[in-house]
């Protein structure tokens, strides 16, 4: 804690300090003729600062703010003039530890060309403590560590840094200096543009006897694009990448993806692609789903133009299934694609909707086909379910399985044997009646029965 009538005392090291300031001032403003390709833009820093005071002072954490004023003067290193103003509250008293006071740092900048950049931070500077309506001004340093994020393409960026400081007050004979733990967050906010300054800060520092020739200087492009920077809206475009007006990679289809990286150049409007231009195959056999008419192919499966399954003779069954592969006109044929002798009557056993039942009228008919049946023990018959298009294939294949083991199961309960039956299930790939319609999709929904060869 800070004696409130401090006995005075000459204070070592003020001239030493006041001559290494002014050294580093000298530093900061000679440097500035060298042509180096980095930012070298002044700026100022304003910024919040949260304090955690030495237990010698007996005081409480508090906050205060500073204003810095700055310029880089080399690729990594930066120069900063900024004052402080802190404020904390004694802990035995009700009176205010108040702090003024200027430093002069140097920023030593990990990486200047990234986004976000770490930081160490060093300086020298002084300091007016004040207490109890008495102050005295003391040397102090303070070094630290931070990181820049630029947050703006005109180079803002959010600054914090966490840094320890040492105040030398000699006033009290106990105690020799405070440490103190400084937080700051802020902002860095650079003055006009990065080529403009450059040229000015140079001129306004080199005498006109000693100006060298003007000469055209080149149009800052940082991307080398053809675009200069300040008119450039993609500034990291590859090098030797095609760019539009505005410095932007070319997209010639409008797919959103540049034509450097575009493996499918000319892909048609509206149509969705993936990470290299191209149009999505979510099956994987090679026709892209905006022209895919079956969308659900395996990808080993040879497919046609149109990403279906093959059927050479249009009958409905694909010739990776079809045994008979030339039953073309055939009106009639059976599961394995093949043609069938006879079909029996059996427009009256038609089924309601999502329904295996078999209704009095449907019964009837097949009472009297079991007649005739019993008459001919040597025929076999296939009986054959459908479905309406409604509810998805797998659901409509087992349905029309079900309906034709429904149907048989009536006729073994006649008294036909069992062994002359065979029953399977189409679901709705082949329909007799438009599917658009109540009354179609009633009579797609049913059985057929077929005599065997």
């Not at 402080?84 to 003024?100: A, E, F, G, H, R």
């Not at 400081?165 to 860095?188: E, K, P, Q, T």
């Not at 692609?273 to 099956?283: E, I, K, R």
Request: one cysteine or more; hydrophobic letters at 35%; proline letters at 4%.
């Amino acid at each position: 804690m800070l004696n409130t009538k401090p006995e005075l005392r000459k204070k070592p090291g003020i001239k030493m300090f006041t001559q290494l300031a002014a050294g580093i001032v000298v530093l900061m403003l000679s440097s500035t003729i060298m042509a180096e390709s980095y930012d070298d833009r002044w700026y100022a820093v304003p910024s919040l600062s949260y304090i955690i005071p030495d237990d010698k002072r007996d005081a409480e954490e508090g906050f205060g703010f500073s204003f810095g004023f700055g310029k880089p003067v080399a690729k990594n290193w930066n120069v900063e003039l900024h004052g402080i103003y802190d404020s904390l509250d004694l802990k035995t008293s009700n009176d205010n530890y108040l702090q003024m006071g200027a430093f002069l740092d140097g920023l030593y900048i990990v990486n200047r060309e990234a986004n976000f950049s770490p930081y160490a931070v060093l300086g020298l500077g002084m300091i007016d403590s004040q207490l109890a309506k008495n102050n005295d001004i003391n040397p102090a340093a303070h070094a630290g560590a931070g990181f820049m994020y630029q947050v703006t393409d005109h180079g803002i960026a959010i600054r914090s840094d966490v840094r320890y400081r040492m105040d030398f007050d000699d006033r009290n004979a106990a105690v020799d200096s405070f440490g103190d733990w400084v937080v700051n967050i802020g902002l860095s906010l650079p003055f006009g543009n990065r080529a403009a300054m450059a040229t000015a800060a140079s001129a306004a520092l080199i005498p006109v006897a000693m100006a060298p020739p003007m000469i055209n200087s080149k149009v800052a492009d940082a991307d080398n694009d053809g675009i200069p920077d300040d008119s450039d809206n993609c500034s990291n475009t590859p090098a030797g990448a095609k760019t539009d007006a505005a410095g932007c990679e070319s997209d010639s289809d409008g797919d959103l993806i540049a034509d450097s990286q575009d493996q499918c150049d000319s892909t048609p409007d509206n149509v969705t692609v993936d990470n290299s231009g191209c149009p999505l195959d979510n099956d994987n056999d090679g026709i892209a789903d905006y022209q895919d008419q079956c969308s659900n192919t395996l990808s080993s499966t040879i497919v046609n133009a149109m990403g279906c399954e093959p059927d050479a003779d249009n009958d409905g069954i694909t010739d990776l299934r079809d045994m008979c592969q030339n039953s073309i006109g055939t009106k009639n044929i059976d599961s394995d694609g093949c043609s069938l002798n006879e079909v029996i009557n059996t427009k009256a056993y038609n089924f309601e909707f999502n329904s295996t039942e078999l209704n009095d009228s449907s019964k009837s008919v097949l009472a009297d086909i079991a007649t005739r049946l019993k008459a001919h023990p040597n025929e076999q018959v296939e009986i054959i379910g459908h479905t309406d298009n409604l509810g998805s294939e797998k659901f409509n294949s087992k349905l029309s399985e079900q309906r034709a083991a429904s149907v048989k199961q009536f006729l073994v309960e006649q008294g036909i044997n069992e062994s002359q039956l065979i029953t399977k299930g189409l679901g709705a790939i082949k329909p007799v009646a438009d599917n658009q319609t109540d009354q179609g999709r009633a009579k797609n929904r049913r059985v057929e029965m077929f005599v065997m060869d």
